[in-house]
């Protein structure tokens, strides 16, 4: 079945240390964003990619990273700059860039947490 | 930033209700669209409405636009103890291309 898979579902970061969340999707589709969402708030874009080798930052880009090597893939690092990491990360695809009538489909989430 | 805000913000009802839920944005629209997400999980794509389109229905659920007031309704009937979810509005603006996210009405349905 097609979907986007994101891993791992549960992350723990420790002080000053760098983790990747991971996406991958096998829709075939041409962009790929990733979302943040904090309790009881809607999503936040950090940033989009429209094409392999390309990215753009979102609302909330500082403190985040990511690369866009392969079209099926684009992890997300969360940076040590990034001080309040705790959140829920949504990773999205969508069919084609640039037109803004196509619906997201999303994975089930990375919930990361600080020890 | 937050463009969408809906209303209200969680909404208990009975199975068999039904159950509405509003959205208001604030900068002209290429389209809205609802999103549904389960406790702990992703969105799912629910429906999308063009700008120039007044009133949609998918199964259960009839969304309604309005440019003027910038307003748009989720309108789910019949309700099931399985509707119970976060649902949220999400608009396309003419001058930012992306997703922008309200943040949800929480709908508990009870059995």
């Known amino acids: 079945d097609g979907g986007i898979t994101q891993s791992p579902k549960y992350l723990f970061r420790k002080e000053g240390q760098n983790v990747t969340l991971s996406c991958e999707q096998n829709?075939?589709?041409?962009?790929m964003y990733w979302y943040r969402q904090d309790p009881g708030q809607g999503l936040r874009l950090i940033y989009y990619?429209?094409?392999?080798?390309?990215?753009q930052k979102g609302d909330i880009a500082e403190g985040y990273s990511v690369s866009r090597e392969k079209k099926e893939s684009f992890p997300l690092t969360v940076t040590s700059a990034q001080k309040n990491p705790t959140a829920f990360y949504l990773c999205?695809?969508?069919?084609?860039?640039?037109?803004?009538?196509?619906?997201?489909?999303f994975g089930d989430g990375t919930r990361l947490s600080i020890l | 930033s937050q463009q969408g805000e809906e209303d209200p913000q969680a909404l208990s009802i009975q199975e068999g209700e039904n159950a509405t839920m509003n959205c208001s944005y604030k900068t002209s629209i290429n389209n809205l669209q609802w999103y549904r997400q389960n406790s702990g999980r992703g969105l799912v794509h629910l429906i999308l409405?063009?700008?120039?389109?007044r009133e949609k229905h998918s199964g259960r659920l009839r969304v309604t636009l309005d440019t003027s007031k910038k307003s748009s309704s989720l309108l789910i009937t019949a309700s099931r103890a399985a509707d119970t979810a976060s649902y949220f509005c999400?608009?396309?603006?003419?001058?930012?291309?992306?997703?922008?996210f309200g943040q949800g009405t929480i709908l508990t349905v009870h059995p």
């Open positions: 829709l075939n589709h041409d962009a």
């Open positions: 999400a608009t396309v603006s003419t001058s930012y291309g992306k997703l922008t």
């Open positions: 409405i063009r700008s120039n389109e």
């Open positions: 990619s429209q094409i392999v080798n390309d990215f």
């Open positions: 999205a695809s969508s069919i084609v860039a640039r037109k803004y009538d196509q619906p997201q489909h």
